[in-house]
């Protein structure tokens, strides 16, 4: 029996608008960080590699489907969202 298996997502490059700076629950007002902002809270960047989102809210150095740009990392934990 073969089974199909799909991801659906709400993901556009229009709607990305940049990171949350916590962790935030459905009840609080969560700030974010948006287009020309550094955003700290990242792990494992390479220094001036670009970034795309991924589906599954991750991000890579490849783009995904749809095309999502993320932004640039200045640091090994900083990127510039959609600098």
Do not use: H, W
């Amino acid at each position: 029996m073969n089974q199909l298996s799909a991801t659906i997502t709400n993901l556009t490059s229009e709607n990305f608008i940049g990171f949350s700076d916590a962790t935030y629950s459905d009840s609080q007002t969560a700030t974010i960080q948006s287009f020309g902002s550094i955003d700290n809270t990242q792990s494992g960047l390479t220094p001036g590699q670009s970034y795309f989102v991924q589906i599954d809210g991750s991000l890579a150095e490849t783009p995904d489907d749809p095309e999502v740009f993320a932004g640039t990392s200045i640091d090994t934990n900083k990127i510039i969202v959609k600098g």
